[in-house]
């Protein structure tokens, strides 16, 4: 009863206010893909040329127009960053807070017009991702190798949604598994293929050991990584007019998760869909993951997020999360709205400010409110 209500009050909201569900909403808005605005061709971190002129005088509300800068070290190779601290209060911890999320250096090489190399090392987190990217069959079709986040859902740059990380206890006691596996720290080692069978469809394929994990050594034939993960993701972008787009997709993987000295062997079955035009687009993803948190148990994942374009440079943001850890058993499940604002007030500088709602009892102070300081170059 409660998820229902849940449901109505958010589709009310989005039809009194003309919220937007989007991610990543401006690839929707714009019907175009990742690729065209970061050097990683499935998306995140680093912006290659398009995307960082994008964020530099597109996005904001003011730029340094006849400021001369560029992110270029030379015609071929190109850096950048990304930093996020947050302020945090917690109702039920009664209690506020500073975190330090990420802080990410990043530079690439272009080493011909098929080939880039791309290295990033967070210094808060102590992570690095290194890959090659190589566009060398048919369609501009790829082969990535290296350290990199496998391709699964919707890569919402959130953390704390329920479909990549979750909470993991920050915010409120609840437990630790409040999400999926895809924390900003995950990592795998392997290789990816991406092919493009037409202009607007992608599939991509992986295979990796996932390094980000204490218990996972970095040297071979280690007792998990012995056995890869698999990931697998097909994107279709058509289409449908000029100022509309829509994305549909797909998602596949299979890993390990470990239990004491046991290893369950996970499947994860994922869907996504989304519209958008103009400064309106609507996202969402579902996700059902089968021996995940025990074995003989299914767990099901909800995300969806919003995002309306009030003016330039200022978005309105909700987003509804819900994680059931166990599908067969009632009121185990962990819900929220979340009400908030995106301000990008000049080039390279974001506010986030958030109101986290929990749904599942409201005689409890569980609420959290959320600031967030996005820099990046």
Not at 2 to 26: H, N, S
Not at 144 to 165: C, E, L, Q
Not at 259 to 264: D, E
Request: hydrophobic share 40%; net charge negative.
């Amino acid at each position: 009863m409660k998820t229902a209500k849940a449901f109505y009050f958010l589709f009310l909201f989005v039809v009194l206010t003309g919220e937007d569900f989007a991610l990543p909403r401006f690839a929707v808005r714009m019907n175009a893909q990742c690729s065209e605005c970061h050097v990683n061709p499935t998306g995140g971190n680093m912006r290659n040329r398009g995307g960082w002129s994008f964020g530099r005088n597109l996005l904001p509300m003011a730029s340094p127009r006849d400021y001369k800068m560029s992110n270029m070290i030379g015609e071929n190779i190109s850096f950048g960053l990304d930093f996020r601290t947050q302020y945090l209060y917690s109702e039920q911890r009664k209690k506020t807070d500073f975190q330090q999320m990420t802080g990410s250096i990043y530079l690439n090489a272009d080493v011909s017009e098929e080939i880039n190399i791309f290295a990033r090392y967070d210094f808060i987190q102590q992570i690095w991702e290194g890959y090659g990217v190589a566009r060398v069959l048919a369609n501009n079709s790829y082969i990535k190798a290296g350290s990199f986040s496998p391709n699964f859902g919707i890569r919402i740059d959130d953390h704390t949604a329920y479909t990549r990380g979750g909470d993991f206890g920050l915010l409120f006691s609840q437990g630790a598994s409040q999400g999926l596996i895809y924390y900003p720290t995950y990592t795998e080692i392997g290789v990816e293929a991406g092919l493009y069978l037409s202009d607007f469809a992608l599939v991509t394929v992986s295979a990796g050991k996932p390094n980000s994990d204490p218990r996972n050594p970095s040297y071979p034939f280690s007792r998990n990584p012995s056995d890869p993960s698999y990931t697998a993701n097909l994107q279709l972008t058509p289409q449908i007019g000029e100022d509309m787009g829509l994305m549909l997709g797909g998602s596949f993987t299979n890993f390990k998760n470990i239990f004491g000295n046991n290893f369950n062997n996970v499947n994860v079955f994922g869907g996504y869909a989304g519209f958008g035009v103009g400064g309106f687009s609507i996202l969402a993803e579902y996700d059902v993951a089968k021996d995940y948190i025990l074995t003989d148990s299914t767990s099901t994942v909800i995300m969806i997020e919003g995002a309306y374009q009030i003016i330039k440079g200022l978005e309105a943001v909700v987003r509804y999360d819900r994680f059931d850890p166990f599908s067969d058993l009632e009121n185990d499940a962990v819900s929220r709205v979340i009400f908030g604002f995106e301000i990008f007030p000049y080039s390279f500088i974001e506010l986030r400010p958030q109101f986290r709602l929990q749904m599942e009892d409201p005689t409890v102070d569980n609420n959290s409110f959320v600031l967030q300081f996005h820099f990046w170059y």
